[in-house]
């Protein structure tokens, strides 16, 4: 069985550029959650695919978008980078069915840094 | 909101001393209730888990109690070992929110032998 994986493992932006990160889910999971790790502090939710629907953000602004295919897997896209955005990003996968949501899996992350 | 507070860290602690870690949350339904470990260079993993009031997680000798009376979910580990040394985090997930987790800002967990 094949874990949460994400590319690539460390990424050099410039402020303004845009970034496009990639993770591929567990197999048997449905839902990609992207989660922002600033240093020093705790995951804050982005948002959450289900269905390769958008379901469920947080507060985060709209330059903050993502995609989820057909396979499961997904891609988090940040237009206009600002230094801000610096962090480690977390992508995790989990199983959503009529009986609830199951224990989301972490992929390592992807160091973003924007200079 | 939802929110999730930790003690500050870092937590430096000899070999075999006690652990505990303490987490205080404040929901606006009725959360699960997490802890994750994050090694160095790594993701995280789920360490333990409840899902309701008096509910106790365990795994690897860790251990916590949903305690709903004190909005609390504290990490305990009678003797920890150097291999334990990661950052912790406490986290809830409020049931019809999807499958959001809310995370605290992390605990780090030193131990020297």
């Known amino acids: 069985e094949t874990g949460v994986t994400q590319s690539p493992t460390h990424l050099i932006k410039t402020r303004g550029q845009q970034v496009t990160l990639r993770c591929s889910s567990q197999s048997g999971h449905n839902t990609v959650s992207w989660y922002q790790q600033a240093l020093g502090q705790g995951p804050q939710f982005i948002f959450q695919?289900?269905?390769?629907?958008?379901?469920g953000r947080g507060n985060f602004p709209p330059r903050f978008s993502g995609l989820q295919f057909p396979n499961y897997s997904s891609e988090l896209n940040v237009n206009a980078l600002e230094l801000d955005d610096s962090a480690l990003y977390l992508c995790?996968?989990?199983?959503?069915?009529?009986?609830?949501?199951?224990?989301?899996?972490f992929g390592p992350g992807t160091r973003l840094t924007v200079t | 909101g939802d929110s999730v507070t930790q003690m500050e860290g870092p937590v430096t602690l000899s070999e075999e001393a006690f652990l505990t870690i303490n987490c205080t949350y404040t929901?606006?339904?009725?959360?699960?209730l997490f802890w994750y470990v994050q090694y160095p260079g790594e993701g995280l993993q789920l360490l333990l888990k409840?899902?309701?009031?008096?509910d106790k997680g365990s795994n690897k000798g860790f251990e916590a109690t949903y305690r709903k009376e004190t909005t609390s979910f504290h990490l305990e580990k009678g003797s920890v070992q150097v291999s334990d040394s990661a950052v912790y985090f406490c986290?809830?997930?409020?049931?019809?929110?999807?499958?959001?987790?809310?995370f605290g800002t992390g605990t780090q967990l030193k131990v020297e032998l």
């Open positions: 995790a996968s989990s199983l959503e069915n009529a009986r609830g949501s199951y224990e989301q899996y």
């Open positions: 695919y289900y269905r390769e629907e958008e379901n």
């Open positions: 986290a809830l997930r409020v049931t019809g929110g999807g499958n959001k987790l809310t």
């Open positions: 409840a899902t309701k009031a008096d």
């Open positions: 929901a606006t339904g009725y959360p699960s």
